[in-house]
T-cell receptor, first 112, second 113 residues
Framework: GENVEQHPSTLSVQEGDSAVIKCTYS??????FPWYKQELGKGPQLIID?????GEKKDQRIAVTLNKTAKHFSLHITETQPEDSAVYFC???????????FGKGTHLIIQP | DGGITQSPKYLFRKEGQNVTLSCEQN?????MYWYRQDPGQGLRLIYY???????QKGDIAEGYSVSREKKESFPLTVTSAQKNPTAFYLC????????????FGPGTRLTVL
């Protein structure tokens, strides 16, 4: 089955700096790569996703890049703000109705 | 107000008891999912269903059971056979198209006393 590795497990950055979280996956047939943000005690919320037909997608301060050859994708958050503090999960799917395979999460801490 | 609801938010169970977690969605989604989340771990898939009266095992189905009698509802039963049931349980749903997003409910925290 699919194996997803996510790094780092904890990331601390100064407010206003950029944060980058990276994930690798094993199944070359995977074609859907969402990122979720989870606040304490709540369900994950989708923040951005990318499909295998594009290499990069941007939404305001958030961007995701995908390298299908190397089987890795990354989340980039620029101009970080205190409300960006949360746990971020990458996930991988086949794009259909099967479930997603998740990374173990990155605890992002924004230092004031 | 559309979305996914899970109840209860907190649930306590004695060892040896079965317990059922509720998940309801009014998004008209065909597919529904149950995930388990442990501290420091990602979400792991327990069961999923793509259509009423049909469901498939995920990666960690042992000790759990589900039913899908209605499109809107996908309850999860944690049986006494589940050796370590204390966890945060998340329900999700999505449409069947490859472009559809998977949305999550607010979760149920189950604690075995």
């Amino acid at each position: 089955g699919e194996n997803v590795e996510q790094h780092p497990s904890t990331l601390s950055v100064q407010e206003g700096d950029s944060a980058v979280i990276k994930c690798t996956y094993s199944d070359s047939a995977s074609n859907y790569f969402p990122w979720y943000k989870q606040e304490l005690g709540k369900g994950p919320q989708l923040i951005i996703d990318i499909r295998s037909n594009v290499g990069e997608k941007k939404d305001q301060r958030i961007a995701v890049t995908l390298n299908k050859t190397a089987k890795h994708f990354s989340l980039h958050i620029t101009e970080t703000q205190p409300e960006d503090s949360a746990v971020y999960f990458c996930a991988v799917g086949g794009g259909g109705a099967d479930g997603l395979t998740f990374g173990k999460g990155t605890h992002l801490i924004i230092q004031p | 107000d559309g979305g996914i609801t899970q109840s209860p938010k907190y649930l306590f169970r004695k060892e040896g008891q079965n317990v059922t977690l509720s998940c309801e969605q009014n998004l008209n989604h065909d597919a529904m999912y149950w995930y388990r989340q442990d501290p420091g771990q990602g979400l792991r898939l327990i069961y999923y269903s793509q259509i009423v009266n049909d469901f498939q095992k995920g990666d960690i189905a042992e000790g759990y059971s589900v039913s899908r009698e209605k499109k809107e509802s996908f309850p999860l039963t944690v049986t006494s056979a589940q050796k370590n049931p204390t966890a945060f349980y998340l329900c999700a749903s999505k449409g069947l198209a490859s472009t559809d997003t998977q949305y999550f409910g607010p979760g149920t925290r189950l604690t075995v006393l």
